[in-house]
Structures are given as structure tokens and as C-alpha cells.
């Protein structure tokens, strides 16, 4: 069993719609939880980061994680064209140290006007 | 501006050739890090480095190496050893161990 499991899409989607995305994991010990966006040719922007369970809310952004689950989710509301990128979840099990993150493969979304 | 500056954007490697890929950030960040993303297998970690003139190996750095002179640079070589070096080599920096990382915008390598 992988790490990380992120279905890789591709996810269309109409302008205006919510945006779901989700991953799996099978480490109980990872704790910090991100969310990158990575257009086509670019490296991964850091859109999200949260620790523990819980919800966070950054705009149209929500990320929310589920331990007991071991499932993390990404919602992006009022969806626009400029969102069309691939998604990647990252976590770590702990940031002090060496700070090393497993990543999903990523998740291909693409809004349609 | 601050940021992570990769270079250069393209690069072409001959069979037997080593080549170096450049690292730069000014954004005064201790760690660093050499990532390799290639289509489906998603980020795999090549080298890191949390402090000057120290480095570990990662997950898949047989035929790479790197230094850390500076505080700034972390140049990444890709020895002819590495008999597969087609991808897209991602750079990231840290401001401590206890922060994301934040990632350049990558150098994608070819085998002429």
C-alpha cells in the first residue's frame, strides 16, 4: 500500500461549481497536512497547510483532515477557469527533524468556462 | 522580490555527461531540498540539506549529488551514473524544519 493515495483525475468541472479532492494514507503518525497547486510547467504553490484534524478556511479554499479516517480533503468554492491545475496533497509526520514530505501523486482539475 | 530561483529552465544532457542544475534563494531559509517529479510517480525526494556544508541523501539519489556551500545555493549534479535522468527537477527551501517547504519553478532535464 502506497503512502499516499491520490485518484490523479483528470476532474472537469463547470465555472462556479465546488471543487472536491481528496487523499488517503496509511501513516497514523503524520501530522501536518498541505496542500500545493501546480500549473502546467511550474512547481507547486503552497495553498494550504493545517495541523491535526480540523477544517481551515482560506477564502475559497477549505482544507479539511479526518485522522480517525486517515483522509484529508480539498474544497475550492465558486470555481474559476484560473483554478484549472493539478493538485497535490503533501504530509509530513513531523516538521522538526528532516522535515520530509510524502506527496500523492497529484490530481488534474480542470474548469471549463 | 524573494524566492527560489532555478536555472536554467531547460537543459540537454549527452550520454556520458555530467550536468548541474542550478539552486538559489534568497529568502535567508535554512533547509533545501532536490525533488524529481516524473508523470504519474508524483514528488520523489533526491537530496536535502538542513544547515551549510551538510547534506542527506533522500529517497533516490543513486547517480546525483549536490554541495551546500552557501547558505543560498544548492546545486544539484546529475552524474552519468543516473541512467534514466529525463524529468522535472523541483527545488524547494524551508525557513526552518518546523515550516512547508516552498518550491522553484523547476528545470526539466532531457537526454539528447
Known amino acids: 500500500q502506497k503512502e499516499v493515495e491520490q485518484d490523479p483525475g483528470p476532474l472537469s468541472v463547470p465555472e462556479g461549481a465546488i471543487v472536491s479532492l481528496n487523499c488517503t494514507y496509511s501513516?497514523?503518525?503524520?501530522?501536518?497536512f498541505m496542500w500545493y497547486r501546480q500549473y502546467s510547467r511550474k512547481g507547486p504553490e503552497l495553498l494550504m497547510y493545517?495541523?491535526?484534524?480540523g477544517n481551515k478556511e482560506d477564502g475559497r479554499f477549505t482544507a479539511q483532515v479526518d485522522k480517525s479516517s486517515k483522509y484529508i480533503s480539498l474544497f475550492i468554492r465558486d470555481s474559476q477557469p484560473s483554478d484549472s491545475a493539478t493538485y497535490l496533497c503533501?504530509?509530513?509526520?513531523?516538521?522538526?527533524?528532516?522535515?520530509?514530505?510524502?506527496f500523492g501523486k497529484g490530481n488534474q482539475v480542470v474548469v471549463i468556462p | 522580490d524573494g524566492g527560489i530561483t532555478q536555472s536554467p529552465k531547460y537543459l540537454f544532457r549527452k550520454e556520458g555527461q555530467n550536468v548541474t542544475l542550478s539552486c538559489e534563494q534568497n529568502?535567508?531559509?535554512?533547509?533545501m531540498y532536490w525533488y524529481r517529479q516524473d508523470p504519474g510517480q508524483g514528488l520523489r525526494l533526491i537530496y536535502y540539506?538542513?544547515?551549510?556544508?551538510?547534506?542527506q541523501k533522500g529517497d533516490i539519489a543513486e547517480g546525483y549529488s549536490v554541495s551546500r556551500e552557501k547558505k543560498e545555493s544548492f546545486p544539484l549534479t546529475v552524474t552519468s551514473a543516473q541512467k534514466n535522468p529525463t524529468a522535472f527537477y523541483l527545488c524547494?527551501?524551508?525557513?526552518?524544519?518546523?515550516?512547508?517547504?516552498?518550491f522553484g519553478d523547476g528545470t526539466r532535464l532531457s537526454i539528447l
Open positions: 493545517t495541523y491535526s484534524s
Open positions: 529568502l535567508n531559509h535554512d533547509a
Open positions: 503533501a504530509m509530513s509526520v513531523a516538521l522538526r527533524g528532516n522535515n520530509r514530505l510524502a
Open positions: 540539506s538542513q544547515i551549510v556544508n551538510d547534506f
Open positions: 501513516n497514523s503518525a503524520f501530522q501536518y
Open positions: 524547494a527551501s524551508a525557513r526552518d524544519r518546523d515550516q512547508p517547504q516552498h
